[in-house]
């Protein structure tokens, strides 16, 4: 399976707060997280991986270039973007046909429920299976209204009253996802969630994938939190 991976994000909020590295170079238990992701979507038969980081983290670039020369099978696209769709517009064409998941740069997960859900994927016969959770600790979520076969009905901004789980940032889709993100851009458009909200409304079919808990590491104390989360995984789980 392809994988990809958006870090093209300015990571302003922890460059704020006295974190001077580039986001996809935030460690996580001494791990960057951008390797973290690559170890883990090798661990999940990874046959190729896209990222794409912006034209201002030279740090990141380097770092993610020596990933190339160690043998990881990345392709690296640098351009700073105006938004994540945006990002994902930029490197869509290297997926190809077919199947392929995408997180963004800090999404922090268990690994173990991470290899359920690309089983699930992988035997998957609809056009999106997205990452969910009913943790929340977002500034601004993305709810989704589910069926009770947890297909998604509709995204929104707002909670809705007996709808608890949000947008992961975790995105199984497939090459059917392309023209509905090719007709975002031309519209001017802009946001993930607003391409999310597209492939409902194009009539894809999407559907939900519960995991217990999703983090992102927007904030310095995102950080511990996040570390905090993945050792009190059991070692069985990760």
């Known amino acids: 399976m392809k994988y990809a991976i958006l870090a093209a994000g300015e990571g302003s909020r922890l460059q704020q707060e006295g974190i001077h590295k ?4 935030v460690e996580i238990n001494g791990e960057p997280m951008i390797k973290r992701l690559v170890h883990i979507f090798m661990d999940n038969s990874a046959e190729e991986i896209v990222i794409i980081t912006n034209n201002e983290t030279a740090d ?3 770092y993610i270039r020596q990933l190339i020369k160690e043998g990881f099978p990345i392709k690296l696209i640098v351009k700073t973007t105006p938004s994540s769709m945006h990002s994902f517009y ?3 064409t290297l997926l190809g046909k077919g199947k392929f998941c995408m997180t963004t740069v800090d999404t922090i997960f268990n690994e173990a429920e991470f290899h359920e ?3 699930a994927f992988a035997s998957y016969d609809g056009d999106a299976l997205m990452g969910v959770t009913d943790y929340i600790d977002d500034e601004k979520p993305l709810y989704t209204v589910l069926d009770s076969d947890l297909n998604i009905t509709s995204f929104n901004d707002t909670p809705i009253d007996g709808h608890n789980y949000v947008s992961g940032g ?6 059917k996802s392309f023209p509905i993100l090719r007709e975002c851009i031309q519209t001017g458009q802009s946001r993930m969630r607003n391409f999310q909200r ?3 409304n194009k009539g894809l079919y999407v559907k939900a994938y519960p995991f217990t808990k999703i983090l992102d590491v927007d904030h310095a ?4 939190k996040a570390e905090d989360f993945i050792n009190s995984i059991p070692a069985t789980q990760q």
């Open 22 to 25: 580039s986001k996809p170079l």
């Open 221 to 224: 104390t995102d950080i511990l």
């Open 198 to 200: 597209q492939l409902v």
């Open 90 to 92: 930029e490197l869509h």
């Open 170 to 175: 975790i995105y199984g889709l497939t090459d």
């Open 117 to 119: 859900y690309i089983n």
């Open 60 to 62: 990141s670039q380097q």
